[in-house]
């Protein structure tokens, strides 16, 4: 098993640029979100889902969008890069709300 | 007041002390993460508790739900515990949607 695979690990965008960064997990969860990771603010949810068809904003949704076609994978999108999205990335899955969560290795996003 | 609240936010020891980590949260929960970041590392969940007590290891961590309150401790810590410690506890009535707290910032010195 390779648990909670992200990619790219690092990223430069341009403002305004859009990019995806991805998110694939083996283990045949189906509870997937997205976190962000700032200084002082620690982890923020972004979109979570709880199963393929299924998505939900989290606390900071604006300006990324989410879709979840198939169990293993929950890409994220950057419509149009802005600094404020500057950050570390994190996704995590989990095989029901009460069981333990895997999280990905991290994507280090900056936008200049 | 944030929903999920740790102390201390750092926390400087010497190698071989016993570590407390302290977390507390202000709804009902199902379960507790704890979870370990090293520095420019990916997030390793450590435990996750419903009630009672853990034991992996060097770690043990408790929860009392009723009082809303979970500590996490390190026995005989050493350098490489060193990181930052994550409390987070589900919240809504699906997915992992987690809410985290700030973290403690632990540094165990040789």
């Known amino acids: 098993n390779a648990g909670v695979t992200q990619t790219p690990k690092f990223q430069v965008l341009k403002t305004g640029q859009s990019m995806t960064l991805q998110c694939a997990q083996d283990?045949?969860?189906?509870?997937m979100s997205w976190y962000r990771q700032d200084p002082g603010m620690g982890l923020r949810l972004i979109h979570y889902?709880?199963?393929?068809?299924?998505?939900d904003q989290g606390e900071v949704p604006n300006g990324y969008n989410v879709s979840r076609s198939t169990t293993e994978d929950f890409p994220l999108r950057l419509l149009s890069a802005a600094p404020s999205q500057t950050s570390v990335y994190f996704c995590a899955s989990s095989y029901s709300r009460i069981t333990e969560a895997f999280f990905g290795q991290g994507t280090r996003l900056t936008v200049v | 007041k944030n929903e999920v609240e740790q102390s201390p936010q750092n926390l400087t020891a010497q190698e071989g002390e016993f570590i407390t980590i302290n977390c507390s949260y202000s709804?009902?929960?199902?379960?507790l993460h704890w979870l370990q970041q090293h520095p420019g590392g990916g997030i390793v969940s450590l435990f996750m508790l419903s009630s009672g007590k853990k034991k992996h290891g060097r770690l043990i961590a408790t929860i009392n739900i009723q009082e809303k309150h979970s500590s996490l401790h390190i026995t005989a810590s050493h350098p490489r515990d060193s990181a930052v410690y994550i409390c987070?506890?589900?919240?809504?009535?699906?997915?992992?949607?987690?809410?985290f707290g700030e973290g403690t910032q632990l540094t165990v010195n040789p």
């Open positions: 889902s709880v199963g393929a068809g299924i998505t």
């Open positions: 283990m045949n969860h189906e509870y």
């Open positions: 987070a506890v589900p919240l809504g009535t699906s997915g992992s949607r987690l809410t």
């Open positions: 709804v009902g929960i199902s379960a």
